[in-house]
């Protein structure tokens, strides 16, 4: 997929403002005022149009409709009627049959293998691996996979972040789970329950919808939007998933933010945050696929232990001690 424009990306990072704020909105339904980005659910609406107002300029509107690949939302930027979905535009995300957006921009692949754990990014203070679970397909050389699980490292504390098995899936029912250094996270089901453990002030939990979106941050370190979604009947017929009665295959599609990252960072997602990173894939290609799977696999969801860990290393380089220094303001304890 050809990125952006550098005018295009100036023009959304304007309307988005700080980050994943338009993921909030979309999760908790909240419409934007005209003249912004407008979020429209697909739904059965595939071929409707929906008509962009400029009420500041007063430019006559325009008339949207959703592309054929976003799959149950796009965003429309007003008063333009440029259209994007969700998981094409901006650094650090994750979506479906893990595709990725990378630092540089690109969207890659990496399909892993189910049932194992994979280093997303490994830097000196900050670990993130990622349990897949999948679908063999016979016919293909690889299984399907999806992201099920995070488990985050920092100093010497632990987070867990998963969608739950579940056979039929309800919307209105929350499949999230979370636990802090073994210990479940129970979560109000309302838009804005926040949690924040005494051991690490600067880690929260935010629900930016009543059931299964939230907002991980650790303040300074990094910003995690997660969503537990499943995989449809009609995504299962379009793609061959093969997906049966007793499991909907809910997982989670992320949004990342870092912060400080060093120049060592690694893992699939982390290396394409290196000021060295050359990006060796075929980005004009319909799929462009990163391999390297024993590069990142890792023996366990919390364990650093993939062929490229970086973390708990220490190094003298400014950008290292300055990530170091991150991690010791926002927990209770110096990193170890």
Same mark, same amino acid.
């Given at each position: 997929?050809?990125?952006?424009?550098?005018?295009?990306?100036?023009?959304?990072?304007?309307?988005?403002? !700080?980050?994943?704020?338009?993921?909030?909105?979309?999760?908790?339904?909240?419409?934007?005022?005209?003249?912004?980005?407008?979020? @429209?659910?697909?739904?059965?609406? #595939?071929?409707?149009?929906?008509?962009?107002?400029?009420?500041?300029?007063? $430019?006559?509107?325009? !008339?949207?409709?959703?592309?054929?690949?976003?799959?149950?939302?796009?965003?429309?930027?007003?008063? %333009?009627?440029?259209?994007?979905?969700?998981?094409?535009?901006?650094?650090?995300?994750?979506?479906?049959?893990? #595709?990725?957006?990378?630092?540089?921009?690109? =969207?890659? /692949?990496?399909?892993?293998?189910?049932?194992?754990?994979?280093? *997303?990014?490994?830097? +000196?203070?900050?670990? @993130? =691996?990622?349990?897949?679970?999948?679908?063999? =397909?016979?016919?293909?050389?690889?299984?399907?996979?999806?992201?099920?699980?995070?488990? @985050?490292?920092?100093?010497?504390?632990?987070?867990?972040?998963?969608?739950? $098995?579940?056979?039929?899936? &309800?919307?209105?029912?929350? #499949?999230?789970?979370?636990?802090?250094?073994?210990?479940?996270?129970?979560?109000?089901?309302?838009?804005?329950?926040?949690?924040?453990?005494?051991?690490?002030?600067?880690?929260?939990?935010? #629900?930016?919808?009543?059931? =299964?979106?939230?907002?991980?941050?650790?303040?300074?370190?990094?910003?995690?939007?997660?969503?537990?979604?499943? *995989?449809?009947?009609?995504?299962?017929?379009?793609?061959? /998933?093969?997906?049966?009665?007793?499991?909907?295959?809910?997982?989670? &599609?992320?949004?990342?933010?870092?912060? &400080?990252?060093?120049?060592?960072?690694?893992?699939?997602?982390?290396?394409? /945050?290196?000021?060295?990173?050359?990006? $060796?894939?075929?980005?004009?290609?319909?799929?462009?696929?990163?391999?390297?799977?024993?590069?990142?696999?890792?023996?366990?969801?919390?364990?650093?232990?993939?062929?490229? !860990?970086?973390?708990?290393?220490?190094?003298?380089? %400014? !950008?290292? %001690?300055?990530?170091?220094?991150?991690?010791?303001?926002? %927990? &209770? +304890?110096?990193?170890?």
């Amino acid at each position: 997929m050809a990125r952006w424009s550098a005018s295009t990306a100036a023009a959304v990072a304007t309307v988005l403002g !700080a980050g994943l704020l338009y993921m909030a909105l979309v999760a908790s339904a909240q419409p934007l005022q005209p003249g912004n980005m407008q979020v @429209i659910n697909v739904d059965d609406k #595939r071929n409707s149009k929906f008509t962009c107002v400029d009420v500041k300029k007063k $430019r006559p509107g325009c !008339a949207a409709t959703c592309p054929s690949r976003c799959p149950k939302k796009c965003l429309v930027l007003c008063p %333009t009627c440029k259209t994007f979905c969700l998981c094409d535009f901006y650094p650090g995300v994750s979506c479906g049959d893990p #595709r990725f957006t990378g630092a540089d921009g690109n =969207n890659f /692949y990496f399909h892993g293998k189910k049932d194992q754990d994979f280093c *997303i990014l490994s830097d +000196a203070g900050l670990h @993130i =691996n990622a349990h897949f679970i999948g679908k063999r =397909n016979p016919a293909m050389s690889r299984d399907f996979t999806w992201i099920q699980a995070l488990g @985050i490292r920092f100093a010497h504390h632990h987070l867990y972040v998963g969608a739950a $098995r579940t056979a039929k899936w &309800d919307a209105a029912a929350d #499949r999230l789970a979370l636990a802090f250094d073994d210990e479940d996270v129970s979560l109000p089901a309302f838009v804005g329950a926040r949690w924040a453990p005494p051991t690490a002030p600067g880690l929260s939990v935010t #629900r930016t919808a009543p059931a =299964n979106t939230v907002v991980v941050e650790l303040k300074g370190v990094f910003r995690i939007m997660a969503n537990v979604v499943p *995989i449809t009947a009609e995504d299962s017929r379009v793609h061959r /998933y093969g997906v049966t009665d007793d499991d909907s295959l809910a997982h989670l &599609d992320l949004g990342f933010k870092f912060y &400080d990252l060093t120049d060592d960072v690694h893992g699939v997602l982390g290396q394409t /945050y290196r000021t060295d990173y050359v990006n $060796r894939l075929n980005v004009t290609a319909k799929m462009p696929v990163m391999g390297g799977a024993d590069t990142f696999v890792t023996s366990g969801l919390f364990d650093a232990d993939c062929a490229v !860990a970086r973390f708990g290393r220490r190094s003298t380089t %400014t !950008a290292s %001690t300055a990530a170091g220094a991150g991690i010791a303001m926002v %927990t &209770d +304890a110096k990193y170890l």
